[in-house]
């Protein structure tokens, strides 16, 4: 066969290269082109929703793990004698970061930034003393209707998780 045997053919053209008849045919058909649609279709069709869980279980891993900044840093405060959460010089700062996938003011002596689409943990000193995520804003939007990560410190000074989520597909591992 010719090296350059294919390299002048055009779309139905016959062509004889070393005692063989070759008869050119460029592109694929329309069954193929059809076949392939069909193809990709169901991959999507699959991956695109095991996509929004992944997303969706990340984005309540990341609360929770943000929810648990904020519960050291009330520990720290309880046992610094502080009571009440807030900016003040005697008052507990949380220190907590903004996130874009919750909603909730700042408690601290830094607010969060002007125009910042975004929240904190909220935490709250007493009886009883809870730390609690609440998803909105960038969450994906199974957990966008109000859903919270809380911690709860009880009497014995340890801290339980509850999450109230949707489906128990998306709560942490960490958080029954």
């Known amino acids: 066969m010719q090296p350059f045997c294919f390299s002048f053919c055009y779309e139905g053209q016959t ?4 005692m063989r008849t ?20 169901i991959l999507a069709a699959i991956a695109i929703p095991q996509y929004q869980i992944y997303i969706a279980k990340t984005q309540v891993t990341r609360g929770m793990g943000e929810a648990s900044y904020v519960k050291n840093e009330v ?14 010089l005697y008052d507990c700062d949380t220190h907590a970061a903004g996130s874009d996938i919750l909603i909730g003011a700042s408690q601290g002596a830094i607010p969060l930034p002007l125009g910042f689409i975004g929240g904190v943990p909220r935490a709250t000193i007493g009886t009883p003393t809870t730390v609690v995520a609440r998803f909105g804003n ?23 998780c509850t999450s ?5 597909a998306y ?5 029954p």
């Open 15 to 18: 062509v004889r290269c070393d």
């Open 22 to 41: 070759i008869v050119c045919s460029r592109g694929f058909t329309l069954i193929e082109l059809t076949i392939v649609i069909a193809i990709i279709g």
């Open 75 to 88: 520990e720290s405060c309880l046992n610094q004698g502080k009571t009440v959460v807030g900016p003040g």
């Open 138 to 160: 960038n969450a994906a939007k199974v957990l966008q209707t109000g859903q919270t990560i809380v911690w709860t410190r009880n009497a014995n000074g340890s801290w339980e």
């Open 164 to 168: 109230p989520l949707v489906a128990n």
């Open 171 to 175: 709560k942490p591992v960490g958080c």
